[in-house]
C-alpha cells in the first residue's frame, strides 16, 4: 500500500508556518525504518503529519507566544510514535526545551521515556548526540544543574551552534514531580527558548476535577495536578501545549476560557496493518468477541474453587495460538491479558485459578496417558480458530508443540502490589499471562497482545475511560484471527455502542482542521447508558436532548409568519413525491380513527430523512432559546440516523403525518405563552382499544422509523395576548431502538 503525502503548502486551511524536516527528523524516520521494519513511506506520513501538528504551534523564530492544542488518535494507533516525530521535528526547527508529562504511572513514564530516548537514537551509542535527557529533575541535583546549563547555553549568542544541544525533560504526570519541575525552571530565563510541552494522555488527571463544582457554584478551585500544570506553563514565556489523546471528550468539555482549552486540533491517522474497534465491534456479531455470563463474572476463588469456564475457554485459544508459532519455528511475542478490577484482590484470584491450570496442564503434556484428555479440552478452540485462521495448522500440529509452550509461558501480576511493580521484561520470553487492573490500562502497551479477558463492569459509564481498556486495539492484522476478546455482556455493548461515537468525534473535528476549536459547538451522540467523561471534569454548561419521548417546540406560534411558507412548500414537496394516504387506512388496528367529521391524519410513509431536514426543519425559524435548541437537537439527531444508514448503503427514511389534514387545530396558551396539551388524547376516555373512535394523536408513529407530525394550530386569544391563526407545528418521535443520548454545548 502506497500512502501518498502531500506538501505542506497544499495543506488546507494554510498552515500558520511550515516546519522543515531536518536532520534529527530524517535520521529519525531512518532509524525506525532500519530497526522496525516500518515501511517508509508510512513514516513519511508520520513525518507529514507531525508537520501539520508543528505548524499549528507557536512559531520559534517568532516574539514569544502561546498556544494550546489537541492531537487525537485512536487506542494504541500511534501517538508515541507520533509525538516522538514531533520532538525530533521541534529539534530541527530551534525548538529548544521539550517537556513530556509521561503518564501517571512511574511504569508508564518509564515505558515511554525509553522508547523515547531509543527511537531518537539518544541510548546505545558513543557518538556525541545534540541532546540532553533528564528524568523527573529536583532543585538542587545534578540533573537540575545540567538543566539549567543546558538552558543558557541555548539562549547564549555567543555559543557555537554545534554545542546547543535540545534539552529533553521527562516527568511523571504528579503534582509534586511537576512542581519540582516548575521550581528547576522558575530561576531560569526561558525568554528565548521556544518549548514544546506535550501532554500525553491528557485526558487523564490534567483536567481540572473542581470544573463541575465550579461551573455550578461559581467557585476557582484547582485540583492539585490541573494546578502544577498551570504553573509549569506559567514559567515558559513562549511555548504550545500539545494534548496528546485517544479520548478527548475531557478535553474538549473544559470550559473554552480554561488555560488547557485546546485552540486546534490535528490528528493521528492509524497506519496500514492497524486494527481498531470497528473491526471487533461494528456490525453486530463478530467472531472476535465473545461473551462471559453474569454468574462467571462474580466468581471469586471464595465461592468457586474452579476457575470460571470462559476462563479456561480463553486460555486455549491462547495457546494454541502461541502453538501455532512454535510450529512454523517463529520467535515473536503472543500475550494473554486478563482485566478484571482496579483492586489487586480480584488479580490474586486470577492468578491462582490460572496458575493451578498450567501446573496441571504441564504435568498432563508430559504424561501420553493423559495427553488425550488435554486433546479434548482443546478442540474447541481450534474449532473457534479455524473460523478466523482458515490456513491454521492441522490440531495435532499444534498440540504436539503445547508443552514446549506450557513449559516457556510466564505468568504475572501487574499491578501496585510488591510483586507487581517490576516492568515486565519482553525479552526474558515470548510467552506471557498478564493479570493486572490499572497498570494495564491507559497508556500501557501490551507486546503481541491476542486474548484479553476482562470481566469487569462499566463502572460509572463514562465512554473515555471505557475505551482506554481496549488494549486489544493496535497493529495485530498479521495475526488477527488468533486474537479473542472476552467482554461483560453489558461492556461488550458499551463497546459496540462507542465505535459509532468515537468516529463522530474524529468526523467533527475533522470538519474543524485549521480552525479555532472554541468556535465548535460541543454535541455529542452516545448509548443511553453512557456518558461523555466524568461528570467532574465538565466545565462547559451542557444541555440534552431526551428522545424517550415525542419532541416538540412549545412557542412556535411566535414565528407564524415566517414559518407558514415554510410549511406551505413542504406540504406541496411532499405530496408531490410521496403522495400520501389517511392513516387508518394504511393500518386501522395501529391507527384507530373512526371518527365521522374531523379531518383525517394523512400518512406519507418512508420518506428520506434529509428531504424532511432540507424542506423543511432547516427552514424553519424559532426565536425561543427552548424551541431553537429543540430545532437543533431534532436535525442532529435525525442527521445521525441519516449518517448510520448510509454507513451501511441505505437511505434513512421518516414516516411523515399530516395531522388534520394541515387543518388549523385550537389550543390555549399557557402563563408562559405556550401551548397546552398540543397532542388530542384518545376518546372516548377507555382503556379498550375496540371502543375508542379516536386512537390519540401519540399513537400515530412508527415502531422502527422516526416520525414528523407537522399541523397548523390555532392559538386562543388570553387576556392582552392576541390569537394567533394557522400556526405551523412539528413534533418528532424516535423508536425505542434508535434513541441515543443527545448532549449540546448550552452556552
Given at each position: 500500500?502506497?500512502?501518498?503525502?502531500?506538501?505542506l503548502?497544499?495543506?488546507?486551511?494554510?498552515?500558520?508556518?511550515e516546519?522543515?524536516?531536518g536532520?534529527?527528523?530524517q535520521?529519525?524516520?531512518?532509524?525506525?525504518?532500519d530497526k522496525?521494519?516500518?515501511?517508509?513511506d508510512?513514516?513519511?506520513f508520520?513525518l507529514?503529519?507531525?508537520q501539520?501538528i508543528?505548524?499549528?504551534?507557536v512559531?520559534?523564530?517568532?516574539?514569544a507566544?502561546q498556544?494550546?492544542?489537541?492531537?487525537?488518535?485512536?487506542?494504541?494507533s500511534?501517538?508515541t510514535?507520533s509525538?516522538?516525530?514531533?520532538?525530533?521535528?521541534?529539534?530541527?526547527?530551534g525548538?529548544g526545551l521539550i517537556?513530556?508529562?509521561?503518564?501517571?504511572k512511574?511504569?508508564?513514564r518509564?515505558?515511554?521515556?525509553e522508547r523515547?530516548?531509543n527511537?531518537?537514537?539518544?541510548?546505545g551509542t558513543?557518538?556525541l548526540r545534540p541532546?540532553?535527557t533528564?528524568?523527573?529533575?529536583?532543585?538542587?541535583?545534578?540533573?537540575?544543574?545540567?538543566?539549567?546549563?543546558?538552558v543558557k547555553?541555548?539562549?547564549?549568542?555567543?555559543?557555537?551552534?554545534?554545542?546547543?544541544?535540545?534539552?529533553l525533560?521527562?516527568?511523571l504526570?504528579?503534582?509534586?514531580?511537576?512542581?519540582?519541575?516548575h521550581?528547576?525552571?522558575?530561576?531560569?530565563d526561558?525568554?528565548?527558548?521556544?518549548t514544546?510541552?506535550?501532554?500525553?494522555?491528557?485526558?487523564?488527571?490534567?483536567?481540572?476535577?473542581?470544573?463541575?463544582?465550579?461551573?455550578?457554584t461559581?467557585?476557582?478551585?484547582?485540583?492539585?495536578t490541573?494546578?502544577?500544570?498551570?504553573?509549569?506553563?506559567?514559567?515558559?514565556?513562549h511555548?504550545?501545549?500539545?494534548?496528546y489523546?485517544?479520548?478527548?471528550?475531557?478535553?474538549?468539555?473544559?470550559?473554552?476560557?480554561?488555560?488547557?482549552?485546546?485552540e486546534?486540533?490535528?490528528?493521528?491517522?492509524?497506519?496500514?496493518?492497524?486494527?481498531?474497534g470497528?473491526r471487533?465491534?461494528?456490525g453486530?456479531q463478530?467472531?472476535l468477541?465473545h461473551s462471559i455470563?453474569?454468574?462467571e463474572?462474580?466468581?471469586t476463588?471464595?465461592?468457586?474453587?474452579?476457575?470460571?469456564?470462559?476462563?479456561?475457554?480463553a486460555?486455549?485459544?491462547?495457546?494454541?495460538g502461541?502453538?501455532?508459532l512454535?510450529a512454523?519455528?517463529?520467535m515473536?511475542?503472543?500475550t494473554?491479558?486478563?482485566?478484571?478490577?482496579q483492586q489487586?484482590q480480584?488479580?490474586?484470584?486470577?492468578?491462582?485459578w490460572?496458575?493451578?491450570?498450567l501446573r496441571?496442564?504441564?504435568?498432563?503434556?508430559g504424561?501420553?496417558?493423559?495427553?488425550a484428555?488435554?486433546?479434548t479440552?482443546?478442540l474447541?478452540a481450534?474449532?473457534d480458530?479455524?473460523?478466523?485462521?482458515p490456513?491454521?495448522?492441522?490440531?495435532?500440529?499444534?498440540?504436539?508443540q503445547?508443552?514446549?509452550?506450557?513449559?516457556?509461558?510466564?505468568?504475572r501480576?501487574?499491578n501496585?502490589t510488591?510483586?507487581?511493580?517490576?516492568p515486565?521484561?519482553?525479552t526474558?520470553?515470548?510467552y506471557?499471562?498478564?493479570?493486572?487492573g490499572?497498570?494495564?490500562?491507559r497508556?500501557?502497551t501490551?507486546?503481541?497482545?491476542?486474548?484479553?479477558?476482562m470481566?469487569r463492569?462499566?463502572?460509572?459509564?463514562?465512554a473515555?475511560s471505557?475505551?482506554?481498556?481496549?488494549?486489544?486495539c493496535?497493529?495485530?492484522?498479521?495475526?488477527?484471527g488468533?486474537?479473542?476478546?472476552?467482554?461483560?455482556?453489558?461492556?461488550?455493548?458499551?463497546?459496540?455502542?462507542?465505535?459509532?461515537?468515537?468516529q463522530?468525534?474524529h468526523?467533527s473535528?475533522?470538519e474543524?482542521?485549521?480552525?479555532?476549536?472554541?468556535?465548535?459547538?460541543?454535541?455529542f451522540?452516545?448509548?443511553?447508558?453512557?456518558?461523555?467523561?466524568?461528570?467532574?471534569?465538565?466545565?462547559?454548561?451542557?444541555k440534552?436532548?431526551?428522545?424517550?419521548?415525542?419532541?416538540?417546540?412549545?412557542?412556535?406560534?411566535r414565528?407564524?409568519?415566517?414559518?407558514?411558507p415554510?410549511?406551505?412548500?413542504?406540504?406541496?414537496?411532499?405530496?408531490?413525491?410521496?403522495p400520501?394516504?389517511a392513516?387508518?387506512?394504511?393500518?386501522p388496528?395501529?391507527?384507530?380513527d373512526k371518527?365521522?367529521t374531523?379531518?383525517?391524519?394523512v400518512l406519507h410513509?418512508?420518506?428520506?430523512?434529509?428531504?424532511a431536514?432540507e424542506q423543511?426543519?432547516?427552514?424553519?425559524?424559532?426565536?425561543?432559546?427552548?424551541?431553537?435548541?429543540?430545532?437543533?437537537?431534532?436535525?442532529?439527531a435525525?442527521?445521525?440516523?441519516?449518517?448510520?444508514?448510509?454507513?451501511g448503503?441505505n437511505?434513512?427514511?421518516?414516516?411523515?403525518?399530516?395531522?388534520?389534514?394541515?387543518?388549523?387545530?385550537q389550543?390555549?396558551?399557557d402563563?408562559?405563552?405556550?401551548?397546552?396539551?398540543v397532542?388530542?388524547?384518545?376518546?372516548?376516555?377507555?382503556?379498550?382499544?375496540?371502543?375508542?373512535?379516536?386512537?390519540?394523536?401519540?399513537?400515530?408513529?412508527?415502531?422502527?422509523?422516526?416520525t414528523?407530525?407537522v399541523?397548523?394550530?390555532?392559538i386562543?386569544?388570553?387576556?392582552?395576548l392576541?390569537?394567533?391563526?394557522?400556526?405551523?407545528w412539528?413534533?418528532?418521535?424516535?423508536?425505542?431502538?434508535l434513541r441515543?443520548?443527545?448532549?449540546f454545548?448550552?452556552?
Amino acid at each position: 500500500m502506497t500512502i501518498q503525502v502531500r506538501q505542506l503548502k497544499d495543506v488546507r486551511p494554510k498552515l500558520p508556518w511550515e516546519p522543515n524536516s531536518g536532520e534529527e527528523a530524517q535520521a529519525f524516520i531512518a532509524r525506525k525504518h532500519d530497526k522496525d521494519g516500518i515501511p517508509k513511506d508510512a513514516l513519511n506520513f508520520v513525518l507529514f503529519e507531525a508537520q501539520q501538528i508543528l505548524g499549528r504551534c507557536v512559531d520559534p523564530t517568532k516574539p514569544a507566544a502561546q498556544s494550546t492544542g489537541l492531537v487525537v488518535g485512536y487506542v494504541q494507533s500511534g501517538k508515541t510514535l507520533s509525538f516522538t516525530t514531533l520532538s525530533a521535528l521541534a529539534h530541527d526547527n530551534g525548538f529548544g526545551l521539550i517537556i513530556l508529562i509521561a503518564g501517571t504511572k512511574d511504569n508508564l513514564r518509564e515505558q515511554t521515556r525509553e522508547r523515547v530516548r531509543n527511537d531518537l537514537g539518544i541510548v546505545g551509542t558513543t557518538t556525541l548526540r545534540p541532546w540532553v535527557t533528564l528524568n523527573n529533575p529536583v532543585p538542587g541535583t545534578g540533573e537540575a544543574s545540567v538543566l539549567a546549563n543546558t538552558v543558557k547555553g541555548w539562549s547564549n549568542p555567543e555559543m557555537a551552534k554545534r554545542h546547543k544541544k535540545v534539552c529533553l525533560v521527562t516527568v511523571l504526570k504528579q503534582h509534586q514531580r511537576l512542581g519540582s519541575l516548575h521550581d528547576c525552571l522558575a530561576a531560569l530565563d526561558l525568554s528565548h527558548v521556544p518549548t514544546l510541552l506535550i501532554d500525553d494522555e491528557a485526558d487523564q488527571a490534567s483536567p481540572n476535577t473542581f470544573a463541575a463544582r465550579n461551573l455550578a457554584t461559581g467557585t476557582n478551585r484547582s485540583s492539585t495536578t490541573y494546578r502544577e500544570i498551570l504553573r509549569l506553563k506559567s514559567v515558559l514565556p513562549h511555548h504550545t501545549y500539545v494534548q496528546y489523546t485517544a479520548t478527548p471528550q475531557a478535553t474538549l468539555l473544559m470550559a473554552l476560557q480554561d488555560a488547557l482549552s485546546p485552540e486546534f486540533a490535528e490528528s493521528v491517522s492509524p497506519g496500514t496493518g492497524y486494527v481498531g474497534g470497528q473491526r471487533f465491534f461494528a456490525g453486530g456479531q463478530n467472531h472476535l468477541v465473545h461473551s462471559i455470563p453474569p454468574a462467571e463474572v462474580a466468581a471469586t476463588l471464595a465461592n468457586s474453587p474452579a476457575p470460571p469456564p470462559t476462563l479456561v475457554r480463553a486460555l486455549t485459544i491462547y495457546l494454541l495460538g502461541a502453538c501455532a508459532l512454535e510450529a512454523e519455528s517463529r520467535m515473536a511475542i503472543r500475550t494473554m491479558m486478563v482485566h478484571p478490577a482496579q483492586q489487586t484482590q480480584p488479580h490474586k484470584d486470577y492468578v491462582a485459578w490460572l496458575d493451578e491450570v498450567l501446573r496441571a496442564w504441564r504435568s498432563m503434556s508430559g504424561d501420553p496417558q493423559l495427553a488425550a484428555s488435554l486433546d479434548t479440552l482443546f478442540l474447541p478452540a481450534y474449532v473457534d480458530l479455524q473460523a478466523t485462521v482458515p490456513d491454521i495448522a492441522a490440531f495435532g500440529v499444534l498440540m504436539a508443540q503445547l508443552k514446549q509452550v506450557l513449559d516457556l509461558v510466564q505468568l504475572r501480576d501487574v499491578n501496585s502490589t510488591a510483586s507487581g511493580r517490576a516492568p515486565v521484561d519482553w525479552t526474558a520470553c515470548p510467552y506471557w499471562i498478564l493479570v493486572g487492573g490499572a497498570k494495564l490500562d491507559r497508556g500501557f502497551t501490551v507486546e503481541g497482545l491476542t486474548v484479553t479477558y476482562m470481566p469487569r463492569g462499566l463502572g460509572d459509564g463514562s465512554a473515555d475511560s471505557i475505551q482506554q481498556r481496549a488494549r486489544f486495539c493496535g497493529y495485530k492484522q498479521s495475526y488477527l484471527g488468533y486474537c479473542r476478546v472476552y467482554l461483560e455482556i453489558d461492556v461488550r455493548q458499551a463497546f459496540e455502542e462507542y465505535v459509532e461515537h468515537e468516529q463522530e468525534v474524529h468526523r467533527s473535528l475533522a470538519e474543524t482542521r485549521g480552525k479555532r476549536l472554541q468556535e465548535w459547538v460541543r454535541a455529542f451522540v452516545l448509548h443511553a447508558s453512557m456518558n461523555p467523561t466524568r461528570r467532574n471534569v465538565i466545565g462547559i454548561p451542557m444541555k440534552e436532548l431526551s428522545t424517550e419521548s415525542w419532541i416538540y417546540p412549545r412557542a412556535a406560534h411566535r414565528n407564524q409568519a415566517s414559518n407558514e411558507p415554510v410549511l406551505v412548500a413542504f406540504l406541496k414537496a411532499l405530496e408531490a413525491g410521496y403522495p400520501g394516504t389517511a392513516a387508518q387506512l394504511v393500518d386501522p388496528v395501529r391507527f384507530i380513527d373512526k371518527r365521522a367529521t374531523s379531518a383525517r391524519n394523512v400518512l406519507h410513509e418512508a420518506v428520506p430523512v434529509d428531504f424532511a431536514i432540507e424542506q423543511f426543519l432547516r427552514q424553519a425559524h424559532f426565536s425561543d432559546d427552548g424551541d431553537a435548541f429543540t430545532k437543533a437537537g431534532s436535525i442532529l439527531a435525525l442527521t445521525k440516523l441519516s449518517m448510520d444508514a448510509e454507513s451501511g448503503g441505505n437511505t434513512a427514511l421518516i414516516d411523515v403525518f399530516v395531522m388534520g389534514e394541515g387543518q388549523a387545530q385550537q389550543r390555549s396558551r399557557d402563563n408562559g405563552d405556550f401551548i397546552n396539551q398540543v397532542f388530542q388524547g384518545h376518546f372516548p376516555k377507555t382503556n379498550y382499544r375496540a371502543k375508542m373512535s379516536y386512537g390519540g394523536d401519540r399513537d400515530f408513529h412508527s415502531d422502527v422509523r422516526p416520525t414528523l407530525h407537522v399541523r397548523r394550530l390555532t392559538i386562543k386569544a388570553d387576556g392582552s395576548l392576541p390569537a394567533v391563526a394557522d400556526a405551523p407545528w412539528f413534533a418528532i418521535h424516535i423508536p425505542a431502538p434508535l434513541r441515543k443520548r443527545h448532549l449540546f454545548q448550552d452556552e
